[in-house]
């Protein structure tokens, strides 16, 4: 089905940058803590992990420093089923590297990302023959805070037009305040997140972004061109805007043990039902599902139930999905 998504055929393609992640024990300090963990993280890599979780045929595009971390991060994500091969090696940036620093509920993150390879990405990226038989683009509004040139290539993906691509454009608003210019990310993503196919976008970042007092009607009139617009609720709910209406899932109960990564994993839920025709309130559902995988772990791709638990959660009746179907998470 051109530029859709139901049983679509081809993969998807995620571009965007991963880093190398140090992090203490999730009950440590950073200022105390005597051992770091190493992890890779990466918004589009964590979507596109998932989904090759999910059995979707996956590709991720970007660039890496040709150097000890670079080659942590491409076995990594490579391990987890994820095309890696058109990932860039350069010579002369280096990997960027993130610190997470553990704050009760929440996660600081500190970030060491200027002059990257990824950030030297540009345009010329949307060249790679993946993209020919892609059923889905997935982009997130981390790429174009990068760097002029990245922003130039999200820019550049996003204005094709529908009759010159194979493939639906999936965009996840992802608004990360620390790397954005005061005064410069509310407009910039929002014309971002218009011209998608599909938009992602949380409802505490939208109120950020676009105003305090926003619900998700609000942010729908806002963005009222994406074929299919969710907005997140936090561990409330998801809520998508279609041409068949609002469709309302509730999150599963789970325990938290890191936010850090959870939408990355419920975006990738999503797309992963949609492309199997599944629908959209199981589409959603599925994100909730891979979203609390992520939710229980302190990297940001944790693993998933098995294909049978996730398909008896899919199977439940409205009245039993929600919190009470968390405590049928595991097992």
Not at 217 to 243: C, E, N, Y
Not at 251 to 280: H, K, M, N, Q, S
């Amino acid at each position: 089905m051109t530029n859709g998504w139901e049983s679509a055929e081809g993969a998807v393609v995620c571009i965007g940058e991963t880093m190398a992640a140090l992090a203490p024990a999730p009950s440590s300090s950073l200022e105390c803590a005597d051992d770091l963990r190493v992890s890779v993280a990466g918004a589009e890599s964590n979507v596109a992990m998932y989904l090759a979780d999910l059995g979707v045929p996956v590709a991720w595009l970007s660039a890496v420093g040709d150097d000890p971390l670079g080659r942590r991060v491409l076995a990594e994500v490579g391990a987890a089923g994820v095309d890696v091969s058109g990932v860039r090696r350069d010579p002369e940036r280096p990997t960027g590297l993130l610190v997470k620093e553990p704050n009760g509920s929440r996660t600081r993150v500190h970030y060491y990302r200027g002059n990257s390879a990824a950030s030297a990405m540009g345009p010329d990226v949307l060249a790679d023959d993946r993209l020919k038989s892609a059923a889905v683009l997935h982009l997130t509004g981390v790429t174009p805070a990068l760097s002029p040139s990245c922003r130039n290539l999200v820019t550049t993906a996003l204005t094709v037009p529908a009759a010159e691509r194979p493939y639906a454009i999936s965009f996840d608003v992802n608004h990360r305040p620390a790397l954005w210019p005061p005064g410069t990310a509310a407009t910039v993503l929002r014309d971002l997140a218009e011209l998608a196919d599909i938009t992602f976008v949380g409802l505490d970042e939208a109120r950020e972004l676009w105003g305090a007092d926003l619900e998700p009607a609000d942010v729908r009139r806002l963005l009222p061109q994406p074929r299919l617009l969710v907005v997140k609720d936090g561990g409330h709910s998801a809520i998508a805007f279609s041409d068949e209406g609002v469709r309302i899932v509730p999150a599963l109960d789970t325990d938290v043990v890191e936010p850090v990564g959870a939408g990355d994993a419920f975006a990738a839920g999503v797309l992963a039902g949609l492309l199997r025709g599944d629908g959209i309130e199981r589409a959603l559902r599925l994100g909730h599902i891979t979203a609390a995988s992520a939710l229980q772990v302190t990297a940001d791709h944790g693993p998933l139930p098995d294909s049978a638990r996730i398909e008896w959660l899919l199977e439940l009746p409205a009245s039993e999905w929600g919190a009470g179907a968390g405590s049928g998470f595991r097992g």
